[in-house]
T-cell receptor
Framework: KQEVTQIPAALSVPEGENLVLNCSFTDSAIYNLQWFRQDPGKGLTSLLLIQSSQREQTSGRLNASLDKSSGRSTLYIAASQPGDSATYLCAVDTGNQFYFGTGTSLTVIP | GAGVSQTPSNKVTEKGKYVELRCDPISGHTALYWYRQSLGQGPEFLIYFQGTGAADDSGLPNDRFFAVRPEGSVSTLKIQRTERGDSAVYLC????????????FGPGTRLLVL
């Protein structure tokens, strides 16, 4: 069974810092990997989708990389802002099911 | 345009009761997913519909859980004989064909079984 792990579980940084969130998965046979953002009491918002054949995707201040062979993905957030405070989740699609990590809770301090 | 909507937003029920949770996907999205999220955890996959049929229901925890999507649009997740352990946020997501596209999530239904 695919297992998805996210490190760290929580992160607090001052505004303006660049930061990296990590996601690892145990089975490299994935269809794609997505990064989501979840605000308290809300649903999930998709940030970036990386197909299995891709190495990275960029959207604004966000950059996600994928190393399928090593079972790792990173989400890089540049010049963090207080509005970035949320829980960030990664999810892998194995073609049969979607597996989510437990998330990284990010707090950006003004 | 309108996003994924879910009703009710909150549901409180007593142990042993039957509940129905509704999901309205984005118009034109043929794929629909149900997830369950417990406090402090990531969403747990329950079932995936492609059109009217359940393409993958392997995530349903037991036979008390059932979901339908009779016309390929709105879906209902049904839970019989609810237990306290069923308390969670139930999330619905939809995506256009083919599977593997970005999923768009609804706000969820928070279920509390007393």
């Amino acid at each position: 069974k695919q297992e998805v792990t996210q490190i760290p579980a929580a992160l607090s940084v001052p505004e303006g810092e660049n930061l990296v969130l990590n996601c690892s998965f145990t089975d490299s046979a994935i269809y794609n990997l997505q990064w989501f953002r979840q605000d308290p009491g809300k649903g999930l918002t998709s940030l970036l989708l990386i197909q299995s054949s891709q190495r990275e995707q960029t959207s604004g201040r966000l950059n996600a990389s994928l190393d399928k062979s090593s079972g790792r993905s990173t989400l890089y957030i540049a010049a963090s802002q207080p509005g970035d405070s949320a829980t960030y989740l990664c999810a892998v699609d194995t073609g049969n099911q979607f597996y989510f990590g437990t998330g990284t809770s990010l707090t950006v301090i003004p | 345009g309108a996003g994924v909507s879910q009703t009710p937003s909150n549901k409180v029920t007593e142990k042993g009761k039957y509940v129905e949770l509704r999901c309205d996907p984005i118009s034109g999205h043929t794929a629909l997913y149900w997830y369950r999220q417990s406090l402090g955890q990531g969403p747990e996959f329950l079932i995936y519909f492609q059109g009217t049929g359940a393409a993958d229901d392997s995530g349903l925890p037991n036979d008390r859980f059932f979901a339908v999507r009779p016309e390929g649009s709105v879906s209902t997740l049904k839970i019989q004989r609810t237990e306290r352990g069923d308390s969670a946020v139930y999330l619905c997501a939809s995506s256009p064909e083919p599977r593997g596209e970005t999923q768009y999530f609804g706000p969820g239904t928070r279920l509390l079984v007393l």
